[in-house]
Each structure stands twice: as structure tokens, then as C-alpha cells.
């Protein structure tokens, strides 16, 4: 691991910069209004500042703007209600029901709405033991929203003076996580290589991959003065990340069965060749991606040039050493990874150029496309949220089961006399998730990084009483407990525990050790709470929802093969309907793979059909790797070789996936599928072979047959591939139908 360029990349990353934006955010206006001897506004107006954060997440400055807006106005409120009725404990304990329940039953309406929802749970339950009487109610209230519309304005400037800073974070980072897809691929080269350990690992990373090209699509364009001006760096920007999209489609192909090259060439020495060369390739990509979050042009990559000389030559001997009527097709095979990884060379030379390049100019023949059907729109239709109040639904069940644990913590609180009684409610609401496995997961964080942060507390306030030297301390720990918060849990609670003893310790309170004992104490009970919800009401295990992927990343795949296999029998497809296509498939089987994931986390007697549904999720994305193949040679082949020959194999993939499309969603179709075979493409191939057989013995070796072999076979093989594929996963949905626990789709 390069320790330096993971050391920048943290720096310029966006998780950073927004641990670094809150901590100002939120500490300046408490030291300010310190300053002229108002601290106690101070610490509310930080409050208001601290929860109207939480819904600044990424997104256009508009949604950022209209998201912050509506956090400050339900948080006044929210405050103001939450003051009158504390003397109330009954109506309070209602309304911790009822908005707990309300507030997160507006998460059908997106993410951006999900953290609306927790910002103003999260100002109730800070609100909640804090006694005021008369006006001080109202100003209170006042105080918390004018600490929120601090904070906004301050965000908003900080876009203002750099516009282009979140988009180049968030571009930058999609691109590491590219990075990390293609060397994960490059283990499928070790020797000895475990197979289905690398597709597991690899599955997570892709499904990473979409999530972080997804923010990109909503930074770029929902941005409309970034997609339609002529300024430079907003074209640079568009450039960048189109070409990337390109380049994470170019390293998902798959040339062959890695279980067959293995078996040819694993002890020849190429493939560990490949292999290094893979790796290279990551870490220049990583080098782009770290002057494109940094805004600086990335230096040459002289050294990758060379490399692929010495790779083609290594290559080009060996297929001389090798070549024979026997061996000749294998090393079609080597040759068309060779050709692969240089199509790549070529793309990240081309993102070089564009870091670099101070005028970016459109090529004159790239299509002009609608950026607006990449990225989906938020629909605040009330119907939805009503249309959601029913037991199937994830977010209701989640509703209810956040508001029953809620309501339990707060009895709980006022049962049995407990310290700093709103860190249950808090860890019940940071914990508690719609997933099991995630809930699981932060629990388990929750716990042992508040232990360890205790610890860290306890030696810092021991050894340390220099109020100035334990003000700059909470400063890092409170921006690196910021910065953690959205990506490493564990080490952001580890951070923010120490941080909380000694802000507390500032504020005047002796009895540290008292505030520690209240920590782990209420943290267990919060855990333990938030554990026996997550797993006894209403969990939402995913083997009952993985039908629905599964479904859906068919249908995608479906629309993808449909694009590019027309090309092959001679008809013209838009360059948008094809990235459209390429965009929800491999969307789809993002989702599709992290669904499995959770799943594997959840208790062994909920992992239903764990085998099966891994061999699904497998093949699925077997199939997009030799669709993304097939579509890089129809690129520059498929006028060259489009054939009605093509249309019989096309009917068949097109017949097996719309029958295993059936068959998971309970509809009727074919029980028992048979596999027909293409005879027409392998006729020709099977010819083609043969004359280049008998060349090969009278030593003729540059013919046009063996340029029309080495282009034609590698299409029909990617066909044959797809074929198979298809046939296996519809084998599989109908084991899938045949099983009581499949939950119908419909």
C-alpha cells in the first residue's frame, strides 16, 4: 500500500473537507458568542449548526440550498415543541413516537429526505431533557435555528468561492474506486487463484463503483450551468467522468473462462505478467484520480508506456514460441487481453490529457445527449408516502420498529435515574437502521469504539489539563470524528468519544469520570435496545427482498444485450439508448450484489438459498462482462461482420433471460428450458478453424484468414459465453420458483 498517496487522497477527498467544514461550522459560533461572555447561546446556536449539517449531504447546490431550508424551519418547530411539552412527560413521550415514526417514513422520498428526517430526530432528542420556562422557549428555538441558517450560509459560501470542488472530490474518488475494482481483477491472474472469493470481493467493489458513479451523475448533471457551459474546467469535468464510465465498462470484459486459461498457460509465466501489468495500470489511475480531487494536472505516466512495450514484446515471443494448430486458438485468447489492456493504456493516457489540458474541446462527432434520463428526479407526491403505509414496505416497518425502540429508551430514562439520559435515544437512532446488517454492524462500531474512545478520553484528561492544549485536541478529534462519520463508523466513535469527555471537561464539569461511567452505560443500553428491535421486530431480512434484484438486474441485463447485440445483425442503436442500457445494468447489478452482502451478514438460519443466489449474482455478472466485450467489438467490427447468422443465438439469450425474468417473478414460463445450440456461427467459426489449420502446416502465417479468425471467433466466442450464461441463470430461477421461501415479484 502506498501509505503517501492514500495519506493525499484522504486530505483531498471530500470526507475531509466536510469533517473540517462542521467542525468550523460548528465550534466558531460557541467561541464567538464565548468571547463576548454568551456561552450558553453559543452552545445552542453550535447545536442548531451541528444537526442542520447532518442534511448537507452531497448534491447540487440547489438541492443542498432547498435540503438545509427545510431542515432549519422542522428543526424550530421541532425544538419549540419538544420545550413545551418536557414538564409533559406522557405528551413528550408521544411525541417521540410520532415524529420518530414521521420522520423516517419520509425516507421513500430519497436520501437527501432520509437525513431531513434524522437531523430532526436528532434536535428532539438533544432537546429533550433541557428545561426551559416562558420565552426562553422561543429563543431557544430561535437560537437552534439560527445556528442551522449559520451554517448554511456559511456551506454555501464555501460552494460559492469553489464551485467545482465537491464535483472534482466526488469525481476523484469514483475513479479510486475503479482503481480498486481492476486490481481486484488482477488476482484472477494468480496462480492458484481462489475464484469465487475474487468475484465476491469484486461484486462489492462494483456495486462501491455505482454508488459513487451515481453521486457523480447527480453532481454533473442536475447542475445545469456544468453540463450546458462553455467554461473550461465544467467541460474537463464532464469529460473526465464520461471517460471513465468508458474505461470501468472496458475493465469489466472478459475475454474467456479463467479456469480454462489457467489450465493452458499457468505455468508459463505470461499471466503473472498480466497480472503485474494490471496492477500498474490501478495505481496510474490512481495517480488521475488524485490530481483530479486535487485540481492539478497528473504527471505523464512514461513509466506505463514502457511497461506495455515490454508487455507486447513478452507476448508477441511468446505466441511465436507457442504457436501451432493446436495451441493457435489459446492464444487468440492472450491477444485479445493484450489488446484489451492497451485499449485501457490508451483511455488513461486520454484522462492524463484531460487533467492536464487547459482547453477541452468536445470531439466534433461525439453524440449530444440528455443528461437529464441519467439521473432521477424526487417526486414529493403524497400518495407515495401513503401508498408505503403497508406492512411490505421496508420503510414503514422500519418506522414502526425505530419508534417502538425509541418510546422503550425513553421509559426507560425516566424509570431508572441514568446520566446524560439522551444517549440512549442517540444511540438507539445512530444504530438502528432499515437493514439488519447494517443495524448489526454500527452496534457492534457503536460499542467497542465508545469502549476504546473511553479509554482515549480517560488517558487524555489524565495526563493533560492545559485547557488550550485540550481545545486544539477536541478540534482534531471532533474533524476526524467528522470525517469518518459517512465512511469508517468504528473510527469515527472511537474519535468522537474522547472528543464529547473533553468538551465537557472544558465546559466545567470535574466529574469527567462520572461522564464516562454515563457513556458506557447508556451506550450498553442503547445497544442492547437497538440490537433486540433490529432483530425481533419486523426485521427485514433480505432474502425476502433479493427476488426483487435478482428480477431487476435481468430486466437491465436484457436491455443491454438487446443494444448491442442489434448492432451485430445490422441495426443502427442511439448513443443513449446504449448508455442508458449499460447504465442500469450495471446499476442493477450493483444493487443486486450489495443486497447479497447484507445478506451474508445477517444469522445463518435467514441466508436462504445463500448458494444459489452467489451463483446468480455470479453469473449475472459473468454476463455483463461479456456483454461490455461483446460491445467493445462491436465498436469496430459489427459492420464489418453483421450477420442474420447472429439472430439465432440473440433469440436464444433473448428467450432464456425473459423466462428466468418469469420465473422469478412467479409468471408462467418454460418448467424445463432446453439449450439450443447456435450451428450457424459455429459452422462458420468451425471453418474458419479448419483452413487455418491447414495454413498453419504448410507454414503460411500473416493470411486474411487468420485476420478474419482472429476478429470473427472472438465475437461468436462472446456470444457462445452470453448463451451459456443465459441458459445456467435460467436453470437457476427455476430452482428459485420451485422453493416455498421465494417471495413473488410482482
Avoid at 160 to 168: C, W
Avoid at 338 to 361: A, C, F, P
Avoid at 580 to 593: M, P, Q, T
Wanted: hydrophobic share 45%; glycine share 4%; with cysteine.
Amino acid at each position: 500500500m502506498d501509505y503517501i498517496r492514500e495519506y493525499k487522497s484522504f486530505l483531498n477527498s471530500y470526507y475531509f473537507s466536510e469533517g473540517l467544514r462542521i467542525t468550523i461550522g460548528v465550534t466558531l459560533p460557541a467561541v464567538v458568542l464565548n468571547y463576548f461572555g454568551h456561552l450558553d447561546i453559543g452552545l445552542v446556536v453550535a447545536l442548531g449548526a451541528m444537526c442542520t449539517s447532518v442534511s448537507d449531504i452531497p448534491g447540487p447546490a440547489l438541492a443542498r440550498r432547498n435540503g438545509m431550508n427545510a431542515t432549519i424551519i422542522i428543526n424550530f418547530f421541532v425544538a419549540l415543541v419538544t420545550a413545551l411539552l418536557v414538564p409533559y412527560p406522557i405528551a413528550l413521550g408521544l411525541l417521540v413516537a410520532g415524529l420518530c415514526f414521521l420522520f423516517s417514513m419520509i425516507g421513500v422520498y430519497g436520501p437527501r429526505m432520509n437525513s431531513i428526517g434524522v437531523a430532526g430526530l436528532l434536535i428532539m432528542v438533544l432537546s429533550l431533557y433541557r428545561i426551559h420556562e416562558g420565552w426562553e422557549i422561543l429563543y431557544s428555538a430561535a437560537y437552534v435555528a439560527a445556528g442551522g441558517l449559520w451554517y448554511m450560509l456559511f456551506s454555501l459560501a464555501l460552494y460559492k468561492f469553489r464551485p467545482y470542488r465537491l464535483i472534482q472530490q466526488a469525481l476523484g474518488d469514483s475513479m479510486f474506486s475503479i482503481a480498486d475494482y481492476l486490481r481486484t481483477r488482477a488476482r484472477f491472474y494468480e496462480k492458484s487463484a481462489d475464484f469465487d472469493a475474487v468475484y465476491l470481493q469484486m461484486m462489492e467493489q462494483q456495486s462501491q463503483v455505482q454508488q459513487k458513479q451515481l453521486l457523480v451523475r447527480e453532481l454533473l448533471f442536475k447542475s445545469r450551468n456544468i453540463v450546458k457551459e462553455s467554461q473550461q474546467t465544467g467541460r474537463t469535468l464532464l469529460m473526465i467522468f464520461t471517460e471513465s464510465i468508458d474505461l470501468f465498462e472496458r475493465t469489466t470484459t472478459s475475454f474467456h473462462s479463467y479456469t480454462v486459461l489457467h489450465k493452458n498457460f499457468d505455468d508459463s509465466g505470461i499471466l503473472e505478467k498480466f497480472r503485474i501489468y494490471i496492477e500498474q495500470l490501478a495505481a496510474e489511475l490512481e495517480i488521475n484520480a488524485l490530481a483530479v480531487q486535487a485540481g492539478e494536472g497528473s504527471r505523464a505516466p512514461e513509466q506505463l508506456q514502457l511497461s506495455l512495450k515490454q508487455l507486447q514484446k513478452d507476448v508477441r515471443e511468446f505466441n511465436d514460441a507457442q504457436r501451432s494448430e493446436i495451441t493457435f486458438e489459446s492464444l487468440i485468447t492472450l491477444k485479445k487481453i493484450e489488446q484489451s489492456l492497451e485499449d485501457i493504456t490508451r483511455r488513461l493516457y486520454t484522462l492524463h490529457n484531460y487533467t492536464r489540458n487547459r482547453d477541452v474541446q468536445v470531439r466534433p462527432d461525439a453524440p449530444k445527449l440528455d443528461y437529464d434520463q441519467f439521473v432521477s428526479r424526487t417526486d414529493l407526491d403524497p400518495k407515495h408516502f401513503f401508498d408505503n403505509l403497508t406492512g411490505s414496505s421496508g420503510t414503514f416497518r422500519h418506522a414502526l420498529r425505530l419508534s417502538i425502540a425509541m418510546i422503550t429508551g425513553y421509559v426507560l430514562s425516566h424509570i431508572f435515574v441514568l446520566g446524560h439520559s439522551y444517549w440512549i435515544l442517540l444511540t438507539i437512532l445512530v444504530i438502528l437502521k432499515p437493514a439488519y446488517s447494517v443495524s448489526r454492524a454500527r452496534n457492534y462500531q457503536r460499542t467497542i469504539g465508545t469502549i476504546a474512545g473511553a479509554l482515549l478520553g480517560f488517558g487524555i484528561l489524565y495526563f493533560i489539563r492545559d485547557r488550550t492544549a485540550l481545545f486544539v485536541i477536541m478540534l482534531f478529534m471532533m474533524t476526524g470524528a467528522y470525517s469518518f462519520l459517512r465512511t469508517r463508523y468504528l473510527i469515527a466513535v472511537v474519535l468522537m468519544t474522547p472528543y464529547v469527555f473533553i468538551m465537557f471537561y472544558l465546559l466545567g464539569s470535574q466529574d469527567y469520570d462520572k461522564v464516562i461511567i454515563d457513556r458506557l452505560v447508556d451506550t450498553t443500553i442503547g445497544s442492547v435496545i437497538a440490537f433486540a428491535a433490529s432483530f425481533l421486530l419486523l426485521p427485514a431480512w433480505e432474502h425476502k427482498n433479493i427476488p426483487a434484484f435478482m428480477s431487476e438486474s435481468l430486466n437491465s441485463s436484457l436491455g443491454y444485450f438487446r443494444n448491442v447485440a442489434a448492432q451485430f445483425a445490422g441495426q443502427t442503436v442511439s448513443q443513449l439508448d446504449y448508455k442508458l442500457s449499460r447504465k442500469n445494468a450495471f446499476v442493477a447489478l450493483g444493487n443486486l450484489s450489495e443486497a447479497f452482502s447484507r445478506m451474508l451478514s445477517e444469522p445463518r438460519s435467514q441466508q436462504k438459498n445463500a448458494r444459489p443466489m452467489h451463483q446468480f449474482v455470479v453469473m449475472v455478472h459473468m454476463l455483463n462482462s461479456h456483454i461490455a466485450t461483446l460491445s467493445h467489438y462491436s465498436t469496430s467490427l459489427a459492420a464489418k461482420y453483421h450477420s442474420d447468422e447472429f439472430n439465432q443465438v440473440t433469440e436464444a439469450v433473448i428467450d432464456d433471460l425473459e423466462n428466468a425474468i418469469a420465473l422469478i417473478n412467479r409468471l408462467p414460463a418454460d418448467d424445463d428450458p432446453e439449450t439450443s445450440t447456435p450451428l450457424l456461427l459455429n459452422v462458420r467459426v468451425n471453418e474458419l478453424v479448419n483452413k487455418r489449420k491447414l495454413e498453419l502446416q504448410q507454414g503460411l502465417v500473416d493470411t486474411e484468414t487468420r485476420i478474419s479468425l482472429s476478429e470473427f471467433k472472438p465475437i461468436v466466442d462472446q456470444f457462445l459465453f452470453i448463451s451459456g450464461i443465459t441458459a445456467d441463470l435460467e436453470k437457476i430461477s427455476l430452482e428459485f420458483s420451485r422453493r416455498e421461501n421465494v417471495v413473488p415479484v410482482i
